[in-house]
């Protein structure tokens, strides 16, 4: 049995029904040996959680890539706000707009822009909880998203 079937096997085990997508983004990194920087197996990774999620939660009416969008917004959310190391930590009003230029640009479907409050939302679990990996990604993630 390789990665990939090994894999998919855990995905076969989770169930994000109803929950709220930073939460069900903890509990997936929990289950899963997740990277501690970003790489293919990353874009792997998020690329069959939105599409579980999305399935999992049908009546939210998120498209696998928007799902995508917001799980790498709030990975480097997490980083951002956790990180000792960052300095200007990313306010709620800015990652509101981040995430609406960033759907509104990957909008090929003309679908209707993502909700405010919505977002708004995400940004608290964030800040109120923490990291959506914890103790799985590290400053190099930060790095990286600021080349």
Avoid at 93 to 107: L, S
Wanted: proline letters at 5%; glycine letters at 2%.
């Amino acid at each position: 049995m390789g990665q990939q079937d090994v894999l998919e096997e855990i995905f076969k085990l989770q169930n994000f029904k109803n929950q709220f997508l930073p939460n069900a983004l903890r509990t997936f990194f929990n289950a899963v040996d997740s990277p501690t920087t970003q790489s293919d197996y990353l874009v792997v990774l998020i690329e069959k959680f939105s599409t579980q999620f999305c399935a999992d939660n049908p009546n939210l009416e998120l498209e696998p890539d928007v799902v995508g969008i917001l799980c790498y917004s709030l990975l480097l959310l997490s980083v951002d706000l956790a990180s000792p190391h960052v300095k200007n930590k990313m306010s709620k009003r800015e990652f509101i707009r981040n995430i609406r230029r960033a759907v509104d640009t990957d909008n090929h479907r003309r679908r209707p822009p993502i909700d405010r409050d919505f977002v708004g939302h995400l940004y608290d679990n964030v800040y109120l909880i923490g990291h959506v990996a914890p103790q799985r990604w590290n400053d190099n993630a930060t790095a990286s998203a600021h080349m």
